[in-house]
């Protein structure tokens, strides 16, 4: 990987790490807008300036817009949340395989 890969890989890392951008994104990934109140609820826990501050950084980094009926992924983002996509198959797959290794230590420790 060229550094200038591991720029960018840097850079969308560091925007998505920052506290809720994903679960705004995930929230919107069903393409339905929302209302900044909706997506406060849809995202849950964050508080209106944290939420604000988020979706300013996401607008300017073109993954949503603001339109009419509320907040929406552009193109860009949903491309980004296509290529994510496969996360809710991973994560089930993930739990599981926690669930069962908690399980079977805690049989053990019987």
């Keep these: 990987m060229s550094y200038k890969d591991k720029t960018a890989v840097s850079q969308l ?3 998505l790490e920052s506290r809720y951008a ?4 995930w929230a919107l ?3 339905h807008p929302q209302t900044f109140r909706l997506l406060q609820d849809s995202v849950g826990g964050v508080t ?3 939420l604000n501050t988020r979706l300013k950084e996401l607008r300017a980094a073109n993954l949503i817009d603001h339109g009419g009926n509320g907040y929406g992924l552009t193109k860009t983002g949903a491309d980004l ?3 994510l996509n496969d996360l809710q198959a991973f994560s089930n797959k ?3 395989a ?3 290794a908690a399980d079977a230590t ?3 420790t019987k």
Excluded: C, I, Y
């Excluded at 994903?22 to 994104?25: A, D, P």
């Design 13 to 15: 890392f560091e925007l």
């Design 22 to 25: 994903l679960r705004v994104l």
């Design 29 to 31: 990934r069903d393409g």
């Design 48 to 50: 209106p300036n944290t």
């Design 81 to 83: 949340l296509k290529r």
């Design 94 to 96: 993930w739990v599981a």
């Design 98 to 100: 926690q669930t069962k």
């Design 106 to 108: 805690t049989a053990l």
